[in-house]
């Protein structure tokens, strides 16, 4: 069962333009979300993370908002760039507890 | 340089013949973990450490081993490789309690 859904597998977007991944859970036990970024051929790579106590947290041109109510979290990247081009995954956990639940990824692709 | 090294990057095998990918880290971290990335689902686990002596299965652990005899290594061993194991593995580490993972660059492993 599949707890950190990310629907729309792909985005293409114009440089310059607003970029906005979606991600939803079910577990009302998480309480802490992060963003991770993949380029082809290399490991995930920590992006943004926020916790349950907030509701935004920003990172340059990372933005990510948490709606603890609708169990749904977004990551906003703002402006886009060709470097952002990349497999982005949601995760979230329980603080405390190591293990991450992941989603299946989105792929996002920047127009120059 | 804080990191998680996996070798081999690339492996072509045949089925059945065992197999070790190697998993160490320089960061004194407690939580080790094994991932698989495949089209469409994203990255699951297969295993994971919270210490040494200390492992647990994920969620997908069929046909896979651990061991952590020392605090940095966390070997995958595949006792009967099958072509359903083909697939992008990411070993992964973090500190107790801490979420935020640091990945390795990923073995591709293709079982013919």
Redesign the interface.
């Known amino acids: 069962d599949q707890q950190v859904k ?1 629907n729309s ?1 792909s985005l293409s977007v114009q440089e310059g333009r607003i970029s906005i991944l979606n991600c939803d859970y079910t577990n009302s036990m998480f309480d ?1 979300f ?1 963003w ?1 970024k993949k380029y082809p ?6 992006l943004i ?1 926020i916790s349950s106590i907030k509701d935004k947290n920003e990172d340059g041109r990372f933005t990510v908002f948490l709606n603890k109510s609708a169990k749904h979290l977004s990551l906003h990247i703002v402006p886009s760039q060709p470097g952002d081009s990349a497999v982005y ?1 949601c ?1 979230a ?1 329980v ?6 639940a ?4 989105n792929q996002v692709v920047v127009i120059p | 340089e804080a990191q ?1 090294t996996q070798n081999p990057r690339y492996l072509i095998t045949v089925t059945g013949k065992k197999l070790t990918v190697t998993c160490s880290q320089n960061m004194n971290h407690e ?1 080790m ?1 094994w ?1 698989r990335q495949d089209p ?6 297969i295993y ?1 450490s ?1 210490n040494v002596e200390v492992t647990d299965k ?1 969620d997908v652990p069929e046909g896979y081993k651990v061991s952590r005899k020392e605090k940095r290594n966390f070997p995958l061993i595949l006792e009967s490789p099958s072509p359903n194991q083909t697939s992008l593995y ?1 070993c ?1 580490s ?1 500190s ?11 073995t591709r492993l293709t079982v013919v």
């Not at chain 1, 051929?41 to 920590?46: I, L, N, Q, R, S």
């Not at chain 2, 107790?96 to 990923?106: A, E, K, L």
């Open positions: 990310q597998p802490y992060l991770y051929a290399e490991g995930p790579t920590f993370s995954f995760a956990s603080w405390g507890n190591n293990r991450l992941f989603g299946k990824g | 998680v939580y973990s991932y469409g689902l994203g990255l699951r686990q994971y919270m994920g990411f992964a973090s107790t309690g801490m979420p935020g993972y640091t990945f390795g660059s990923g």
